[in-house]
């Protein structure tokens, strides 16, 4: 990983961390409630969701107080959708970066509900801003139920779900992909945008960079389950082969997957030229997005 | 049921049912995911929540193009929450208002889906709203997080399952229903009493009504389940015996039951005094939730 931004990661990831723990801390809860929702909060992830939320202030020299609570609402968002995919009547998975999942530490009840009041978190923390403009603080949470609700994130699982059992195009699997990790992806970048006071067509060039990314990780993800042992991810590696799921390299071969993912890379970075800098932290992101080994 | 009341309910309740309809059907999502989320937003229900926000408009005199939006959004929290309790993991019921439960028509994936999304779109139509003024909407959505998340509606459902393998005191009871229904309650008359510029004096006599009414609410339902049978319930009477569960007339004995559900009623009804109407919609409405049959 590039210099640059490892140090960056190593300066943001603590805050993240420290902040999520705080935003659920100080709610007033059943302590068993609590405890669910912080053990998922904490059990590990790279935390590229707020990462991305804070690397677009970064690149627009600008900061605010109120970019680590946005991050973190979308960390929340992602950490919801993660216990809930784990459950046993969805993906049904044990063990997730080399955890056990919630529901199997707290049973299936309490994973549904903590599930549900990190989601409830993620909007009440949004309404919580003190320095963003009223305008501002409506359309992110505009922004963020669009990205993570049935249009969305959602509707991505139930695309994903059903794709399970069909044959899909390559189009279809980027329809899958574009709701289910591309759309809260998306709002990461677009709100780091709108706190950073972005013009809209830099917002333009932005989605498009968001876009991409979203389809190059979900690329990578796909290839790193045919290439890494299950040591290695953390999780069952070549799960999907074993389970017949249409995925990159499944349509389009190991070495037409990674063509795949450059040109999502290239197209990637191409929009960050307005940016006017060599290695914005966003082009960092990106070259590591492609790169990375996890 | 009052004439009155029963006009208002039989003039909003078919809006409301179009209008959550329209919110719902106007969102772009898989239409497996759609149909389940309209399954259960059809599934029947008194809609007491969103006909109460309606109400606080009509007895200050004011009218509102969103209170609709805002009343239907109450609605789809309640519904969400229905969908999640009734999952086999939870109170595992296959049957609602006679008809079967979510999960039972479209798999527990979906339900468990359906309700998140549900969830989101609550969130969603708030940021909506086109006439409120921006700070009042930022305050909508802190109320509804707040009243629907961990420290409301998610937490009151975990103390009240950790209340189902232990006797509960009165007094823990009463956190139970404050939480679990009183919480939404609370929400729409507040959330009714800011879209009609209400003062804060009157805002605090609002909330010690929606704390009666939610508790009456809750102690008739008790009572209700001891005294009906299955048939008038649409749902299994005397489940809260079978279950050994910690209910009003299991503490109080039934007649103390009542005569607490009459406390409850005058307080709540003491309240209203400062709307200075003899029989405010509000006020029927407490009337209602006494008299109920089912």
Redesign the interface.
């Given at each position: 990983m590039d210099k640059r931004l490892q140090s960056f990661i190593s300066e943001k990831a603590p805050l993240i961390d420290a902040e999520m723990n705080r935003l659920?801390d100080t709610?007033?809860?059943?302590s068993?409630?609590?405890e669910s929702?912080l053990y998922s909060v904490n059990a590990g992830g790279k935390r590229i969701r707020p990462l991305l939320v804070l690397a677009v202030l970064a690149d627009f020299g600008k900061d605010s107080a109120d970019a680590l609570k946005v991050a973190c609402a979308a960390e929340l968002i992602h950490t919801?959708s993660l216990i809930?995919d784990d459950?046993p009547?969805?993906d049904d998975d044990d063990f997730r970066r080399g955890k056990p999942t919630n529901h199997r530490v707290f049973?299936?009840?309490?994973a549904?509900?903590a599930?549900?009041?990190l989601?409830?978190?993620a909007?009440?923390i949004?309404?919580?801003l003190e320095h963003a403009k009223?305008?501002q603080?409506?359309?992110l949470?505009?922004l963020?139920?669009?990205a993570?609700?049935?249009?969305g994130m959602?509707?991505g699982?139930?695309?994903d779900?059903?794709g399970e059992t069909a044959a899909l195009s390559l189009k279809e699997l980027e329809e899958v992909h574009l709701h289910k990790t591309g759309a809260l992806l998306s709002f990461c970048i677009e709100a780091g945008a709108i706190l950073s006071d972005a013009e809209d067509a830099e917002l333009d060039q932005l989605r498009k960079y968001a876009k991409n990314i979203g389809l190059a990780f979900q690329i990578k993800d796909d290839i790193l389950d045919v290439t890494s042992t299950t040591e290695q991810l953390g999780k069952t590696a070549n799960s999907d082969a074993a389970s017949d799921k249409s995925t990159y390299p499944s349509l389009l071969g190991l070495e037409g997957a990674q063509q795949q993912l450059e040109k999502y890379h290239l197209d990637a970075t191409a929009s960050l030229d307005f940016l006017k800098k060599e290695n914005s932290m966003l082009k960092l992101f990106a070259d590591y997005i492609v790169q990375r080994d996890v």
């Open positions: 659920i709610e007033k809860a059943p068993s409630l609590k929702m919801y809930h459950l009547s969805m049973g299936e009840a309490t549904v509900l599930g549900d009041a989601q409830t978190r909007f009440g949004l309404a919580s009223p305008d603080v409506i359309r949470v505009a963020l139920a669009d993570s609700g049935a249009n959602v509707g699982q139930v695309l779900m059903e």
